[in-house]
């Protein structure tokens, strides 16, 4: 295949597999993509790293878009596709961000209710051009800034696991575990749970099931970033 997204998401989703599409910069061909997830033949799961919200930062960080043109885009992508989790990463206290941008960028997470969020403050890295520019934010600012961004996103991450209560859905089995009291569970994985990197769907172990085996579970609870199910038996 060419390596144009529309055509190799359409065609790996012809595999029978679950496709999940990472690190895809916000350009227009993405808006192509989104069909595909509602009509189940990839993942409905975009992992796009916006890094920040505010126009003046992204440039300097030499990122694409706007926040304004974000939000208008992801209101268009979950009309297209409702049940779609947006997992994104930012950078807080990159080289002369100022108070109101990184409020601008908690005001853009709150319109935005992301599903998955990971955040970093920002370090120096040998070589980049960003080291050269004016007024570095102190690292106890990054970090404070860092705290008060994750904050935000764990409650709306939560408020928004919380819609699957309730709910029925197709679960891929991961590994084995015990909880904290110490009883069997099934560590699984939703559509919307990347490996390693996003929450889990657990589940009592009271019936045979193997690792990489598709289950479905009604879904009982939630919390901050993961799912308690029971396991569907009949």
Known sequence: MRTRLLELAR????????????????????DQV?????????LPYLDVPLQHA??????????PASGERNIERIRAWRDICPDMTIRSTFIVGFPGETEAEFEELLAFLEEAQLDRVGCFA???????TANALPDPVPDEVRQERLARLMQLQGRISA?????????RMTVLVDAFGR????NDIVIARSAG???QID?????????EVSIGDFVEVDIVDSADHDLIGELVTD
């Open 54 to 63: 505010n126009p003046r930062i992204l440039k300097l960080m030499k990122r």
């Open 193 to 195: 749970d990347a490996p």
């Open 159 to 167: 408020e928004r696991l919380g819609r699957f209560v309730g709910r």
């Open 34 to 42: 989104v069909p595909l997830m509602a009509d189940g033949l990839i």
């Open 199 to 207: 929450g889990i769907v657990a589940f009592a172990h009271e019936a």
């Open 179 to 182: 909880d904290s009291d110490g």
């Open 11 to 30: 065609e790996l989703g012809s595999l029978d597999a679950w496709v999940r599409l990472h690190y895809v910069y916000p350009y227009p061909h993405v």
């Open 122 to 128: 920002y370090s120096p890295v040998d070589g980049a």
